[in-house]
């Protein structure tokens, strides 16, 4: 495979042919799908070309067979985040979460030397997405294709309001049950098995908006895309 001219030479990346840093490639279908996989290794033949092994890719050896063209994205090592306790068992699932949060944080600041990254900034310069709301339903749409609807779908919208109107991206499970505009049921109203729904259908359906879980009944909003939020009065047209 052929590289493409980059800035940072091949040679000056030692660490992502070495196995410990996992790469990713990127080939489309012949309807454009985007098809992303990770590599457990890619090989430096020189300055101008890599070369991969074929690790059960069925989809991307499908891809490059009717188009041709591939991308693999390297990902520099920036630092090591290290935690340690004295204390067996002292980090639970919350804290790696938290360190998850701290290291992507650290290795933006790092990449970005004098200026401390903002949010936002990289949204600025893609196209807003419309999220379109129906009221009735609860149904959402981005760019006129079907998200999700019902519950799940109302209080992703109360999230994105409340993100656009007040800049908020924290939120709690406790706040969520008290809105009465979702109209949960009073008796088991299974928030937690709607927000893995919502979150499951974000990491399906598009790659700008995320919900992460924080710590216990807290989460937070990440969004890398500008919205523009329509509602509509009436149901969704599915």
Excluded at 187 to 203: P, Q, S, T, V, Y
């Amino acid at each position: 495979m052929s590289a493409r001219k980059l800035a940072v030479r091949l040679a000056d990346l030692p660490g992502c042919f070495e196995g410990s840093i996992p790469a990713a490639i990127c080939t489309v279908a012949e309807d454009a799908t985007p098809n992303v996989t990770y590599l457990s290794v890619v090989h430096r033949i020189d300055d101008g070309h890599v070369a991969l092994s074929r690790q059960f890719f069925n989809k991307t050896e499908h891809n490059t067979v009717v188009n041709p063209h591939a991308e693999v994205a390297y990902h520099q090592l920036a630092g090591v985040l290290c935690l340690q306790s004295e204390v067996p068992g002292a980090f639970q699932s919350t804290d790696e979460c938290v360190a998850g949060i701290l290291a992507n944080q650290a290795a933006m600041a790092m990449a970005t030397p004098g200026k401390a990254p903002r949010d936002g900034d990289a949204a600025a310069v893609l196209r807003p997405v419309q999220v379109k709301h129906y009221r009735e339903d609860d149904s959402l749409f981005l760019d006129n294709e079907y998200l999700i609807k019902g519950v799940a779908g109302g209080i992703l919208w109360r999230l994105l309001r409340n993100y656009q109107e007040q800049g908020r991206v924290e939120f709690s499970n406790r706040e969520i049950r008290l809105d009465q505009t979702l109209a949960l049921p009073d008796i088991k109203d299974n928030l937690e098995a709607r927000l893995i729904l919502l979150r499951k259908r974000l990491e399906e359906r598009c790659d700008y908006l995320r919900i992460v879980k924080t710590s216990r009944g807290r989460f937070t909003l990440h969004v890398t895309r500008p919205l523009t939020l329509v509602q509509v009065e009436g149901g969704g047209p599915l």
